[in-house]
């Protein structure tokens, strides 16, 4: 079997990694709740993810991850270590409970393999020059940012549902908060 196929075979096995990785968070929630069976939910995710690929052009994340190296170090090697990589950590996190997004695993796969690359073929140079340093940086801060941004969103939902007669005191909390993030 050439690498090629390899390839394309470690990227539909990824695919199905992703899959029943992400399942939990699509419909163990509706499904823990009872408001529907799994076998329910399932038919119920799959035939929205199938209508959302026609519905949505936009491919952002395909287009993120098939960006963040620049071309010149994209090899065969380095996406079957991107792949190797993102799948291993998948697995990781799925055995363990971790919850972990497979885009952002494969975009730091990717990025890893390509300065890995970069480095042993051309020597040093600097990393900007090797991965989109500010599309990385973004995910990486958005990784640790957003349970904070959770936390903060519902504990001011919590708020206001537990307080039913506060909103106008809810509404000033809010349009202070958001006030002071401009100075």
């Given at each position: 079997?050439?690498?090629?196929?390899?390839?394309?075979?470690?990227?539909?096995?990824?695919?199905?990694?992703?899959?029943?990785?992400?399942?939990?968070?699509?419909?163990?929630?509706?499904?823990?709740?009872?408001v529907l069976?799994?076998?329910?939910?399932?038919?119920?995710?799959?035939?929205?993810?199938?209508?959302?690929?026609?519905?949505?052009?936009?491919?952002?994340?395909?287009?993120?991850?098939?960006?963040?190296?620049?071309?010149?170090?994209?090899?065969?090697?380095?996406?079957?270590?991107?792949?190797?990589?993102?799948?291993?950590?998948?697995?990781?996190?799925?055995?363990?409970?971790?919850?972990?997004?497979?885009?952002?695993?494969?975009?730091?796969?990717?990025?890893?393999?390509?300065?890995?690359?970069?480095?042993?073929?051309?020597?040093?140079?600097?990393?900007?020059?090797?991965?989109?340093?500010?599309?990385?940086l973004?995910?990486?801060?958005?990784?640790?940012?957003?349970?904070?941004?959770?936390?903060?969103?519902?504990?001011?939902?919590?708020?206001?549902?537990?307080?039913?007669?506060?909103?106008?005191?809810?509404?000033?909390?809010?349009?202070?908060?958001?006030?002071?993030?401009?100075?």
């Amino acid at each position: 079997m050439s690498f090629i196929l390899i390839i394309i075979v470690l990227a539909l096995l990824f695919d199905y990694i992703n899959g029943f990785h992400d399942a939990a968070n699509s419909i163990a929630t509706i499904v823990s709740t009872k408001v529907l069976t799994p076998f329910q939910a399932v038919l119920w995710a799959a035939f929205f993810n199938f209508i959302a690929f026609y519905i949505f052009k936009d491919h952002a994340v395909a287009n993120t991850i098939g960006k963040t190296v620049q071309k010149e170090f994209i090899t065969l090697p380095v996406i079957f270590a991107g792949l190797i990589a993102a799948i291993f950590w998948n697995l990781l996190t799925w055995w363990f409970g971790i919850p972990s997004s497979s885009s952002h695993t494969l975009i730091g796969g990717f990025a890893g393999a390509g300065i890995t690359h970069a480095l042993l073929s051309k020597g040093m140079m600097p990393i900007s020059e090797i991965v989109e340093v500010d599309k990385v940086l973004k995910i990486f801060l958005f990784i640790f940012l957003a349970p904070f941004v959770g936390m903060i969103i519902s504990i001011v939902f919590t708020f206001i549902t537990i307080h039913r007669n506060t909103w106008i005191k809810s509404i000033l909390f809010a349009v202070i908060a958001i006030g002071l993030n401009f100075y």
